[in-house]
């Protein structure tokens, strides 16, 4: 069983953003990073290169290698098979997304996005001086679901892409294969291009299932860039290395004619060779993750339920988010704040996913049991202790 035993005190000697953000005394629990070893394999394909000294210009052959070992993976996960000649290799996920909103939209368009969402998608809309259509999520009994009688009344003519995030940021939902093809009529019927951001689709827990938009027809496929990297599940976003899969021909040559590749920039060695290495020998590591991860979705549902019900929690059905309306416990500032000055636990703040979410923060549960313990331990007295001042 590969190990996923970490302590407080290495994960403190982590020199990136996560761990280095906040004062000693704050526990991070905020970007999308693993507290985690990274899986053996990896390991061992970032030493070969080094013993190799193989620090030179990428070839041709290994961005090939990397988009066949992407489709063999799409093809044994979720039964598609995008093809290889179709898929380009870059550095950086977000920016591919930007490139994407440059070739299919000009200034003044409107783009569709399902808030609240990961807020790199908000930027780009506003940074690139394109029309938010914002198609809010519907909040049921049973969690998130795409409000589709809202989404066909927020397409105008003036509408050109739909930016899609499945498995979606920050709630954690799995989007059905209903919600999908829904989706998918809406955008063939109005010409949209839908870009669909799956890079979490490998965390996706027991009883759900992912779903490649594209591989729904050849009528989405033809209107679809999808975005994939190994970066979330294995924990190698700092190797940047991703990919941009176009679903037809005529798609890729449009973004090729309209945005030249040179400006994305292709991944670096260590990225391809960790990619490969996580997609073709990792599956035993991930499936210790997910263990490890459903084990922590379930603590947060059983400390919640014990000690602050007010705080509404929907169990993502992927990835390690944990979307927290703290809405009922009529806090005298923004939650975000509270935590971090009271418990001295740095979240996400609410406020970056959507212009309604304030009372919201996003937790990132993908640290060992003892850790998270000690967030929701930090988090549940700052409650109580609130709630004795309030009383």
């Not at 996913?353 to 700052?382: C, K, Q, W």
Request: aromatic share 8%; hydrophobic share 40%.
């Amino acid at each position: 069983m590969p190990n996923m035993e970490i302590s407080l005190e290495a994960l403190r000697r982590r020199t990136g953003v996560k761990w280095t953000d906040y004062p000693e005394d704050v526990i991070p629990a905020w970007i999308a990073d693993l507290d985690f070893p990274v899986a053996e394999p990896i390991k061992q394909a970032v030493n070969d290169v080094m013993a190799r000294e193989d620090f030179g210009y990428i070839a041709r052959d290994a961005q090939l290698k990397l988009a066949q070992a992407y489709s063999e993976r799409m093809q044994a996960r979720c039964g598609w098979k995008p093809d290889p000649e179709l898929t380009q290799s870059f550095g950086d996920l977000i920016q591919a997304l930007r490139a994407a909103v440059a070739t299919f939209s000009d200034a003044g368009d409107g783009i569709v996005i399902q808030t609240p969402i990961y807020h790199p998608f908000l930027d780009i809309v506003s940074e690139m001086e394109r029309l938010l259509v914002d198609n809010p999520m519907q909040v049921g009994p049973q969690g998130y679901a795409v409000d589709v009688e809202g989404l066909k009344r927020s397409v105008t003519s003036d509408t050109r892409m739909l930016l899609l995030c499945n498995p979606h940021n920050p709630t954690g939902r799995v989007l059905t294969r209903r919600e999908l093809e829904q989706i998918a009529s809406i955008a063939i019927k109005n010409d949209l291009i839908v870009v669909s951001d799956e890079v979490h689709s490998d965390l996706v827990f027991p009883g759900q299932a992912h779903i490649p938009i594209a591989s729904l027809s050849p009528a989405i496929a033809k209107r679809t860039i999808t975005l994939s990297s190994a970066s979330k599940a294995f924990n190698i976003a700092g190797l940047k290395c991703a990919l941009m899969h176009f679903g037809h021909a005529d798609l890729m040559h449009r973004h090729l004619d309209g945005f030249h590749p040179r400006l994305l920039g292709p991944p670096n060695v260590f990225g391809i060779e960790a990619t490969l290495a996580a997609w073709r020998n990792g599956d035993d590591w991930l499936a210790a993750l997910l263990e490890q991860l459903d084990r922590n979705r379930n603590r947060i549902s059983e400390v919640l339920s014990e000690r602050a019900p007010e705080i509404r929690y929907f169990q993502p059905e992927a990835s390690f988010l944990a979307w927290l309306d703290c809405t009922s416990l009529e806090l005298d500032s923004a939650p975000y704040d509270f935590f971090l000055e009271e418990a001295r636990v740095g979240l996400s703040d609410g406020r970056e996913f959507s212009s309604y979410t304030d009372h919201f923060v996003r937790l990132n549960f993908a640290t060992p049991g003892p850790v998270l313990d000690e967030i929701l331990d930090r988090m549940m007295t700052a409650v109580a202790n609130r709630r004795r001042r309030a009383g």
